[in-house]
T-cell receptor, first 109, second 108 residues
């Protein structure tokens, strides 16, 4: 079966750095996505990785290792507004998105 | 501004009732999707459409129906056959997914 695993919840301090991991087992691979979702709102697109390596976009970076079936989202200089759920999703060989359950990130002052 | 509009924001369904969730987009995207989100679970695909007048079942299509008569519109009907409809419903378009603001459906 297809599976996406990410931690259920993480806590970090304002101004610090946090890394949210995602491991996957899917039928084929056509890219990995990270989304941010605030409570009661729709997910918003953060990043897309299809090749191995690190993609940096401001305070957020995303890393992919296809051989290990592993990705992480790195958030730097954490702000209170970063408190949200972070969703990992993989596009399989049929170009369908398989979603993880999301990681709830709690930022403390 | 281009985007996806979902309505209503909140919807209540009585037992035995069919309800329809609206999804409209002006992004000129061919592909549109309906997802269901339950607490503690990943998004699950209900239906998707790659082109007008064509749509495909997703992983949890039972108890739901859709239509795609216009490129801009992809309404979802939650029928009385769906016994556990309480969830957050998300409409999206295109492969990298632009999402609407969602509809929270609850049962009275």
């Amino acid at each position: 079966g297809q599976n996406i695993d990410q931690p259920t919840e993480m806590t970090a301090t304002e101004g610090a750095i946090v890394q949210i991991n995602c491991t996957y087992q899917t039928s084929g691979f056509n890219g990995l996505f990270w989304y941010q979702q605030h409570a009661g709102e729709a997910p918003t697109f953060l990043s897309y990785n299809v090749l191995d390596g690190l993609e940096e976009k401001g305070r957020f970076s995303s890393f992919l290792s296809r051989s290990k079936g592993y990705s992480y989202l790195l958030l730097k200089e954490l702000q209170m507004k970063d408190s949200a759920s972070y969703l990992c999703a993989v596009m399989d060989s049929n170009y369908q998105l398989i979603w993880g359950a999301g990681t709830k990130l709690i930022i403390k002052p | 501004d281009g985007g996806i509009t979902q309505s209503p924001k909140y919807l209540f369904r009585k037992e035995g009732q069919n309800v329809t969730l609206s999804c409209e987009q002006n992004l000129n995207h061919d592909a549109m999707y309906w997802y269901r989100q339950d607490p503690g679970q990943g998004l699950r695909l209900i239906y998707y459409s790659q082109i007008v007048n064509d749509f495909q079942k997703g992983d949890i299509a039972e108890g739901y129906s859709v239509s795609r008569e216009k490129k801009e519109s992809f309404p979802l009907t939650v029928t009385s056959a769906q016994k556990n409809p309480t969830a957050f419903y998300l409409c999206a378009s295109r492969e990298k997914l632009f999402f609407g603001s969602g509809t929270q459906l609850s049962v009275l």
